[in-house]
């Protein structure tokens, strides 16, 4: 898994060095709300946790209408106390409706930095989103990542003896919030 998520980051500087001529880089922060679902037998259960978000980005330049945005940003997620620490890498497109504002959509990665016996550490979803373009130098930004692949390892059923039912098809997504501001170099 973390070969993956090195050969991402690896193409994404690429791209990032293909188009240096037209590359902006910068630093982002801002609110981050991590919410999980937890589905099995056609039931399901959410719960969030709050916290936060700081990394730095590339934007490149396709056209005067089209950019291409990759990030990469420490999320830190918090609720009772506990944490939760990942790394987060969406590669949104962004498509300006005009001068100063774009919606935005695009793949996104993420990874896990703590051990859990049960999740998988590497995810990816889909997000897409807003921005306002303050000035040359600000921008605030949005965007929701709704979390596409499965993060519960397969469970054998010797590790829930006792349970009348067969929880061997539970899958739990998780869906990432962002809202934040930025600076462009």
């Known amino acids: 898994m973390k070969k993956g998520i090195l050969a991402i980051f690896v193409i994404v500087l690429c791209i990032v060095n293909m188009n240096a001529q037209k590359a902006k880089l910068g630093i982002t922060a801002g ?3 991590l919410g999980a679902t937890v589905s099995l037998l056609g039931n399901s259960e959410s719960d969030n946790a709050s916290g936060y978000f700081i990394g730095f980005f590339a934007d490149l330049s396709i056209s005067d209408k089209v950019k291409i945005q990759p ?4 999320v830190q997620a918090i609720k009772n106390s506990e944490t939760s620490n990942s790394l987060f890498l969406p590669i949104m497109i962004k498509y300006y409706v005009n001068e100063k504002f774009y919606f ?8 896990i930095l703590e051990d859990n ?8 979803g889909l997000g897409f989103g807003a921005g306002f373009d303050i000035n040359e130098k600000f921008f605030i930004s949005s965007k929701y990542t709704l ?3 499965n993060r519960l390892e397969d469970f054998e059923m010797a590790d829930f003896v006792g349970f009348p039912i067969d929880i061997s098809d539970m899958k739990m ?13």
């Open 147 to 149: 979390g596409l692949n």
């Open 71 to 74: 990030e990469l940003s420490f």
């Open 104 to 111: 935005q959509a695009g793949p996104a990665f993420d990874y």
């Open 173 to 185: 997504k998780l869906n990432y919030f962002q809202v934040g501001i930025g600076y462009k170099f």
């Open 31 to 33: 609110y981050q709300n």
């Open 117 to 124: 016996d049960f999740m998988k550490k590497l995810g990816f």
